[in-house]
Structures are given as C-alpha cells and as structure tokens.
C-alpha cells in the first residue's frame, strides 16, 4: 500500500525557517517523481515544487511564489523527499501536501494527508 | 503562466442527476489535464488524466471530455458520496495550475 506522511508543520513567525519532511513507502521511490503542493486555509490548490529522479539528475522546479525561497530535496536511501521554507511569509500558510507524479507524468496519483504551516507574528 | 477557468463554482444536484463540470485554459494544453475530488477534511485523489482516462478504482460514471482549451468532467448517476470539490489541473506546462474548484452538494 502506498502511504505518504508528512511531518515538521507548525506555527512560525514571518521571515523563519521550516522544514517539512515526508515519509514514503509501498512502492519504488527512487525513480519516482515528488511534488509539494498546498492548500491555504479554504481556498484551492497551488503546486509548489517537484523534485525529479535520478535518472532526470534530480531536477527541481519551483512555483514562481517560492523561488529562491524553498528548496526541494530527496534520500533516496531514506524514501523521504523533503520542502526546506526559508523567509516565510503570511501567505506561505496553508496545508502542504507531498504527492507522488504519476508514472513519471506532472499530475499526482497519491497525496499524503497533510501538514498544516501557520505563519503569523 | 496558464490560467484555469473553472465553472461553476458551486453546484447542487439531485441524487441521481448528471452533473458537469467545465475547465477552459488560457491556451491549448493539448489533453494535459486532470481531475482531482477532494471530499471535506480529505487529501485530493486522482478522478481523470490525459483529459479522458480514468484513473484506476474510479468509478465509471466519472468521465472527462475535451480538446484545446476547453475540457470538462461529468458524474453520472449522483451518489451521496461524490458530495466533494472537484479541481482542474493542466500538466502541459510549468508552473503547474490547478482551477479555483467547483463545491458539489446534493439537493
């Protein structure tokens, strides 16, 4: 069974630092896709960044809104890929999702059930 | 960047009504669309890729239609539990982007 977990969500101030981890299993990570994606409080969906496998040399895209800001990451050796939030700011909070890329494809088959990210003074 | 434009933004619907919901972009994304339902409280699951497949387990009165810009997904046969919202999203090109969402309640 395929399961993404996700973890190290919590309440920051504008401006700190998080850093989000997500547990993976049931199926072969390591030439799989991942996705960060997240949901502010009542609204839609925002993908935030996919970080690629080994054999794409583990290429990062981000969302424009994050840019320079976060920083996607994977261990392979481990089956986590992981969301570093650097400069945090208000509309940073929402709930962030891990999602797996389906068959090397841009849309995601799993998604983990979320860490809530609260940024506020 | 690609907009989605989704309609409606909520809707309501008798058990057992057929429902669609529409998704235009702002350019040709050439199929690359998907469906996701998000029931309240939950993580979204994959209904529809590639515009028209069903994702595996899905049931068979979910299916997606369309070409260019403008696609859409329709439920057969209501069912109590496709109460959800429903969310576009185009994978033809970067940065990813999802529609505004379609609320889905039962009459």
């Known amino acids: 069974e395929v399961q993404l977990v996700e973890t190290g969500g919590g309440l920051v101030r504008p401006g700190s630092s998080l850093k989000l981890s997500c547990a993976t299993s049931?199926?072969?990570?390591?030439?799989?896709?991942m996705n960060w994606v997240r949901q502010a409080p009542g609204k839609g969906l925002e993908w935030v960044a996919l970080?690629?496998?080994?054999?794409?040399?583990?290429?990062?895209n981000y969302a424009e809104s994050v840019k320079g800001r976060f920083t996607v990451s994977r261990d392979d050796s481990k089956s986590r890929v992981y969301l570093q939030m650097n400069t945090l700011r208000d509309q940073d909070t929402a709930t962030y999702y891990c999602?797996?890329?389906?068959?090397?494809?841009?849309?995601?088959?799993?998604w983990g059930q979320g860490v809530m990210v609260t940024v506020s003074s | 960047d690609i907009q989605m434009t989704q309609s409606p933004a909520s809707l309501s619907a008798s058990l057992g009504e057929t429902v669609t919901i529409e998704c235009r972009a702002s350019?040709?994304?050439?199929?690359?669309l998907a469906w996701y339902q998000q029931k309240p409280g939950k993580s979204p699951q994959l209904l529809i890729y590639?515009?028209?497949s069903l994702h595996t387990g899905v049931p068979s009165r979910f299916s997606g239609s369309g070409s260019g810009t403008q696609y859409s997904l329709k439920i057969n046969s209501l069912q109590s539990e496709d109460v959800a919202s429903y969310f576009c999203?185009?994978?033809?090109?970067?940065?990813?982007?999802f529609g505004s969402g379609t609320k889905l309640e039962i009459k």
């Open positions: 999602t797996r890329a389906f068959n090397y494809g841009y849309f995601f088959d799993y």
């Open positions: 049931g199926f072969t990570f390591s030439n799989t896709w």
């Open positions: 970080i690629k496998d080994k054999y794409s040399n583990y290429e990062a």
């Open positions: 350019e040709d994304i050439y199929n690359g």
């Open positions: 590639n515009a028209n």
């Open positions: 999203q185009q994978y033809y090109n970067y940065p990813l982007t």
